[in-house]
Nanobody, 114 residues
Framework: QVQLVESGGGLVQAGGSLRLSCTASVSILSLKISVMGWYRQAPGKQRELVATITARGNTNYADSVKERFTISRDNAKNTVYLQMNSLKPEDTAVYYC??????WGQGTQVTVSS
């Protein structure tokens, strides 16, 4: 069974940075699932896509995080990262790692204070 374990969330002041990590319990390349990503859900709002990355490194970002967030992956470590800079209070949410659409992490809380 595939498990995704996220880490790196926490409380940060506006303008600060955080780096989220998500490690899969199996070889992600062996699953032949190309895309890994990050979603987030703020209180009272729908879950939304933050960023995705393919096995070849092609990336896609939500407009709200472009030029502030960077997604990357290390296939050898079965890990995907989300570097978040210039954080804003509206970035406050639970962040979820995904492998394809089938597998989701448990979520990690990111809170940005003003």
């Amino acid at each position: 069974q595939v498990q995704l374990v996220e880490s790196g969330g926490g409380l940060v002041q506006a303008g600060g940075s955080l780096r989220l990590s998500c490690t899969a319990s199996v070889s992600i390349l062996s699953l032949k699932i190309s895309v890994m990503g990050w979603y987030r859900q703020a209180p009272g709002k729908q879950r939304e896509l933050v960023a995705t990355i393919t096995a070849r490194g092609n990336t896609n970002y939500a407009d709200s995080v472009k030029e502030r967030f960077t997604i990357s992956r290390d296939n050898a470590k079965n890990t995907v990262y989300l570097q978040m800079n210039s954080l804003k209070p509206e970035d406050t949410a639970v962040y979820y790692c995904t492998l394809g659409v089938q597998f989701w992490g448990q979520g990690t809380q990111v809170t940005v204070s003003s």
